[in-house]
């Protein structure tokens, strides 16, 4: 079955539709960061008396930003950050 999305968010009244004639959004995929599933699960890696050291899965967390062009605010670039340290390559 095919639907159109704009068509189900527009009744919702969704902020992006309320944006000024022009506006684009930009998704950027700023790549992996990998992590202990304990950080991101409760009791993950916990260990159990049948199994004192169980091994430690890991989980691929993918790290977005968004770059916004407001036709009258210019570029925006909306990016929550996920290191405090980043080698910048140019």
Known sequence: MAFNMADLLTPATVPAFK????????????????????????????????????????????????LIEHPDAGLILFETGCAEEIEIVR
């Open 19 to 66: 944006c000024p004639q022009g506006t684009k959004m930009h998704l950027l995929n700023l790549g992996t960061l990998q992590c202990d599933e304990g950080w991101l699960t409760r009791g993950g890696g916990t260990s159990t008396l049948s199994n004192p050291n169980p091994g430690s899965k890991r989980r691929d967390l993918i790290v977005l930003a968004v």
